[in-house]
């Protein structure tokens, strides 16, 4: 089950030999906020805000620490740079290579893909983690 709350979150971290430190409740609590896709450099500067001594060298530290616990993932959306979230709400994407929409996939929409690789290659796939490129049924 995945942590509901700031508070689940640190008592994992704790958990597993981790500190509950304050830059790492800050980015927390910014990630539980904003439910959104948010590279490291645009988390950086919500956390600096609020405590502007943190470096994002802590930053990138914490991501990947809480990545590790399987709370946060990374998504590459195209050319920029990786975005993170809250792994419980992770989703696919599907991305417009001529006006550059972005659409949430529906959560199923990989289940064949996933199944047929697992099958027929023994790979596991994580649809999450990148995203698809083709055409918006506009420019379509």
């Known amino acids: ?9 640190l008592a994992l971290v704790r ?12 980015l927390l609590k910014v990630l539980f906020e904003s439910g ?7 988390l950086a500067r919500a956390v600096q805000q609020r405590a502007p001594e943190v470096h994002i060298s802590t930053i990138y ?8 616990l399987g ?13 993170y979230q809250l792994a419980s709400l992770a989703h696919a994407h599907l991305i417009c290579e001529l006006c550059g ?30 995203a698809v490129f083709g055409r918006c049924s506009s420019c379509a």
């Open 1 to 9: 089950m995945a942590p509901a709350c700031v508070e689940d979150v």
């Open 15 to 26: 958990a597993r030999g981790g500190r509950a430190s304050s830059p790492r409740r800050i």
């Open 36 to 42: 959104e896709h948010m590279s490291a450099e645009e």
């Open 61 to 68: 530290r914490n991501l990947e620490d809480l990545q590790r």
């Open 71 to 83: 709370v946060v993932v990374h998504s590459h959306l195209g050319h920029g740079p990786a975005t």
């Open 101 to 130: 929409a972005v659409l949430e996939a529906p959560d199923g929409l990989f289940g064949e893909l996933a199944r047929s690789a697992k099958a027929s290659l023994g790979f596991s796939i994580d649809p999450c983690h990148f």
